[in-house]
């Protein structure tokens, strides 16, 4: 990418894409429901502690356990994919291999500004490698809080767009087990373990799951394992998270437009390959010291190594790399509940510390002489403090800053060496009024940035390169929640502008700072249960990322499309038996790399999922039919070349629980 975005005039967005879809209003109450979260619901993303979604100046959405079970989706990215806000893309087959999530109009570089946490702490890699999806079973998620918008304050790097916090569970549920099998020899085996022995909480899930996939060259493999251990006393609990996840997929490549028009199951490379181990263990402890002061930190150290084949791009002996990562963290942080004056005042104050390391070895073959090697440091530390106060019953005031400094270095084998140190304070205010019981009005504005990855100091052929800047930004939302009983509506206005935003230069090839870009755009969100046995669902994004300065100002940042909408509805014909029907459409936005937007355009696109599920006793099955009608799709495209997204399958699974 070599360029940005500019901002002119009222967003040009069209009604034809809305109209093809109304038809197909049939989407699910589940993962599709998109349920702002209720106003009283207790969330934790906003302010790192429980606090009520209302007092919180963020657009804040809540998928619950039971939503996510009843989605009939096998990957988180399945659940997210119909939640406004967020355009899943995912590069290779159906078990999220190579998914990445865009909040806010990123394109290719989305995966960098979309903040992954578990229970609170980070997910994404220190390099650009799309977080694990699979790292954390999906039976082991209590909840999932999505948070629309900046949330570097609090978290740091990553959280421009906005950040996604999986929560796993902590109360008992049993043992359970699933067993399923579709398409391609698609198979999954899973089971889980919850249980309360006096004050000793135990969670335990694993899972494996293989495909054959729908391209050629695109089989894939995943196992993980994830676990919780707490202890509770009188004031708190002391636990430990862990998990464990190994996945290896065929990499089958790109195609060209002939290509992927005549057959798009095809394969670029017969042979190429990727293998992924993940782990993490975090041990931590949360103490309620008084009734007004509370304590919680974790330290976590987590582990990540790669293996990469790709016998089409065997230049400069690069086409085989072994990289591994492993990070050291300490998370400690205060909740000091407080009066200001005659208000009522919190205030959240912590340090954030990660030291990190990557390692990257280079070769022209599997096991051959290591040709070139290069290793990164990184020390990062940073102090945040947010203050929330009740100015009257209704109206809550939100004050936030933070201060981070963040070292790397960086060699190579050659003899190169690099520094590149930065430090940067950036601050929010916002605004949370509640008009009523069931609604709520809020506002924010505030800075933003993001450090250079690790791997984006160092150019294709695994040499050091140029230094790079830090991203930075300035950023405004503005929306309303409202819900009842039997229905919810969210909107959300945001203008997001940023400079010196890291992309990768194909002619280069190497990483650079661009101009200016702005990021601005409307989310929509709503649900209505017109009885018990029926619900409507839908959403719409409407956004427009463009480049501001530079040789592209004016231009569209690529892989943004200009407009996203889901709907659906679900049909419960008796108390057993749950039917959805879920759509999703991507309206057409240029090819990645195409800045100048001088190309064709990638088509738009839309999706239908259907799902059926019958419970009855200690048992459920659940049958699902992914891409509905077909649809000959590429969710994600480079220079001209296409990634198609599989085509129909089915899958079916029954669950006991025990």
């Known amino acids: 990418m070599r360029g940005r975005l500019p901002a002119r005039g009222i967003m040009a967005i069209h009604p034809k894409p809305l109209a093809a879809l109304l038809p197909a209003f049939l989407v699910a109450s589940a993962a599709g429901a998109q349920p702002a979260a209720r106003l009283d619901d207790v969330v934790v993303t906003a302010t790192r502690f429980d606090e009520t979604a209302y007092s919180s100046a963020a657009s804040v959405t809540v998928i619950s356990r039971e939503e996510i079970r009843s989605s009939g989706a096998r990957t988180l990215p399945d659940v997210l994919k119909y939640q406004a806000g967020l355009n899943v893309m995912p590069l290779y087959g159906s078990i999220g291999a190579d998914t990445s999530i865009d909040m806010r109009g990123f394109g290719e570089g989305a995966s960098s ?311 940067r304070t950036i601050g929010e205010l916002g605004l949370s009024y509640r008009l009523s019981a069931a609604t709520r009005v809020f506002a924010r504005a505030g800075t933003t940035f993001r450090n250079p990855n690790l791997d984006e100091l160092t150019t294709f052929s695994g040499f050091v390169s140029r230094p790079v800047r830090p991203e930075r930004g300035t950023f405004l939302d503005v929306g309303v929640d409202v819900s009842g009983a039997s229905y919810s509506l969210k909107a959300a206005i945001y203008d997001l502008e940023m400079k010196d935003e890291i992309a990768w230069n194909g002619a280069t090839f190497e990483n650079e700072n661009l101009s200016r870009t702005r990021h601005r755009g409307i989310e929509v969100s709503g649900r209505y249960r017109i009885d018990p046995q029926w619900q409507l669902v839908g959403g719409i994004d409407l956004q427009r990322a463009e480049f501001r300065e530079g040789v592209d100002n004016g231009k569209k940042i690529p892989l943004v499309p200009a407009v996203k909408i889901d709907a659906g509805v679900s049909f419960r014909p008796i108390p057993a038996v749950a039917l959805s029907l879920m759509a999703n459409h991507v309206g057409e936005r240029y090819f990645g790399g195409d800045t100048a937007n001088s190309g064709e355009k990638l088509a738009s696109y839309t999706v239908a999922d259907f799902v059926a599920s019958w419970q009855h006793s200690d048992w459920t099955v659940r049958a699902r039919v992914l891409n509905l009608t077909d649809r000959k799709y590429s969710p994600f495209g480079y220079y001209g070349s296409y990634y198609p997204a599989d085509g129909r399958s089915f899958f079916v699974d029954l669950r006991y629980n025990f």
Do not use: M
Request: charge should be negative; charged fraction near 25%; include cysteine.
């Open 113 to 423: 500004r979309t903040l992954v946490l578990l229970n609170g702490q980070r997910l994404n890699s220190l390099d650009s490698i799309n977080v694990d999806w699979g790292l954390v079973p999906l039976d082991s998620i209590e909840r999932v809080e999505i948070l629309n918008g900046s949330g570097s304050v609090l978290y740091g790097d990553n959280a421009v767009g906005g950040v996604i916090n999986i929560v796993t569970a902590r109360r008992p549920d049993g043992v359970h087990a699933v067993v399923g099998a579709g398409s391609r020899n698609s198979r999954q085996l899973s089971a889980g373990f919850s249980s309360r022995f006096d004050a000793v909480d135990v969670n335990l899930s694993l899972d494996r799951q293989d495909t054959d996939g729908w391209r050629n060259n695109n089989e894939q493999k995943r196992e993980n394992v994830g676990g919780r251990l707490g202890v509770g006393f009188d004031k708190g609990e002391v636990f430990v998270d862990l998990g464990w996840s190994n996945l290896d997929f065929g990499l089958p490549g790109s195609l060209t437009k002939s290509q992927f028009r005549s057959n798009p199951r095809q394969a670029e490379t017969s042979d190429s390959y990727s293998r992924r181990n993940n782990a993490f263990l975090r041990p931590g402890l949360e103490f309620q010291i008084t009734d007004a002061l509370k304590f919680a930190a974790e330290i976590g150290y987590s582990d990540s190594e790669s293996t990469v084949y790709t016998s089409n791009y065997c230049v400069w002996d690069t086409c085989f790399e072994v990289r591994s990562t492993d990070v050291l963290s300490f998370t400690p942080r205060f909740q000091w509940k407080h009066g200001l004056g005659s208000l009522s005042s919190r205030t959240t104050i912590g340090v954030d510390y990660y030291d990190g390391r990557l390692t990257a070895d280079k070769s022209g073959s599997d096991h051959g002489p290591v040709s070139k090697s290069v290793r990164i440091d990184q020390s990062s530390r940073a102090l945040y403090l947010q203050n929330q106060t009740d100015l009257t019953s209704a109206l809550v005031f939100t004050a936030g800053a933070r201060y981070q400094k963040i070292d790397q270095s960086a060699s190579d084998s050659s003899g190169l060496r690099l520094s590149n140190d930065h430090d």
